[in-house]
Nanobody, 128 residues
């Protein structure tokens, strides 16, 4: 089993920055963190969970939702079993619970059902 724990959320003013972290532990299907595609999703109050960003197992390919492009950066450190989401120029509409997720089988990175393991989320609140 894979466990994912997010951290780094909080309250920030519009225009500010936050860096979210996701620490992974455990193994699944005999494979370790360094072989997983990792994704970030978010869920705002009253809305469905949506894709934010993803990064391939090597860290060489990154993908972003249109809302995140140019403001957010996803990265990973396989030696630390961690993935990060640097969020700059935050807006009130970025307010949500942010989740990291692991995809072991290289499915569509933007689809919720592609991911096999999820963290419990970290809350980000952006004030106007």
């Amino acid at each position: 089993q894979v466990q994912l724990v997010e951290s780094g959320g909080g309250l920030v003013q519009a225009g500010g920055s936050l860096r979210l972290s996701c620490a992974a532990s455990g193994r699944a299907s005999g494979r370790s963190f360094s072989s997983y595609t990792m994704g970030w999703f978010r869920q705002a109050p009253g809305k469905e969970r949506e894709f934010v960003a993803a990064i391939d197992w090597q860290g060489s390919k990154t993908y972003y939702a249109d809302s995140a492009k140019g403001r957010f950066t996803v990265s990973r450190d396989n030696a630390k079993n961690s993935v990060y989401l640097q969020m700059n120029s935050l807006k009130p509409e970025d307010t949500a619970v942010y989740y990291c997720a692991a995809d072991l089988y290289y499915n569509d990175y933007a689809t919720i059902n592609s991911y096999d393991y999820w963290g419990q989320g970290t809350r980000v609140t952006v004030s106007a």
